[in-house]
T-cell receptor
């Protein structure tokens, strides 16, 4: 199957700083990318959907000014958590969908905000 | 709004046993359903993907069925092994987005 990578796999930062997470489709072009968040013992929750070259669509309750998503190319999307706080500590997973419509998931990034 | 429920929440079985994990969803207008495995602190590993027009998919010791009209899917694991211990997630893709269940945490005891 197609491969989606995320970088970094884990990050620890101080409260108030911003953190950028990258999601790349390695061997296919992803017209649509998705960002999910998973809190401990909870299911993955969709945060936003982004199409290449256009603004992301955020799910209800997700602050678009706090979670900046950029999908500048067909193989790269970035999620920037701005002014991170401890409650933003979570597991962030991206997925990418190509022309055949199946979604492929990245390995996730664990964010810990001190 | 699609809701996905997985039962049981946790399951502990002795090695070698066959087992069934259940997933139910409220909106039958789905595109496909996918089963994943997630190891602690790790990402998702796709196990089986069933398109809405299909009834089941098989891969090795795994068999997943889909009854779209009743909003149910099952994941059957044959001859369970300790390496199967993980959380199993069911994900239902509607026409706009994917909704995940909370998962079934499986422990296979040697």
């Amino acid at each position: 199957g197609a491969v989606v990578s995320q970088h970094p796999s884990w990050v620890i930062c101080k409260s108030g700083t911003s953190v950028k997470i990258e999601c790349r489709s390695l061997d296919f072009q992803a017209t649509t990318m998705f960002w999910y968040r998973q809190f401990p013992k909870q299911s993955l929750m969709l945060m936003a959907t982004s199409n290449e070259g256009s603004k992301a669509t955020y799910e209800q309750g997700v602050e678009k000014d706090k979670f900046l998503i950029n999908h500048a190319s067909l193989t790269l999307s970035t999620l920037t958590v701005t002014s991170a706080h401890p409650e933003d500590s979570s597991f962030y997973i991206c997925s990418a969908r190509g022309s055949w419509n199946e979604q492929f998931f990245g390995p996730g990034t664990r964010l810990t905000v001190l | 709004k699609q809701e996905v429920t997985q039962i049981p929440a946790a399951l502990s079985v002795p090695e070698g046993e066959n087992l069934v994990l259940n997933c139910s969803f409220t909106d039958s207008a789905i595109y496909n359903l996918q089963w994943f495995r997630q190891d602690p602190g790790k990402g998702l590993t796709s196990l089986l993907l069933i398109q809405s027009s299909q009834r089941e998919q098989t891969s090795g010791r795994l068999n997943a069925s889909l009854d779209k009209s009743s909003g149910r899917s099952t994941l059957y694991i044959a001859a369970s092994q300790p390496g199967d211990s993980a959380t199993y997630l069911c994900a239902v893709r509607g026409y706009q987005k994917v909704t995940f269940g909370i998962g079934t945490k499986l422990q296979v005891i040697p």
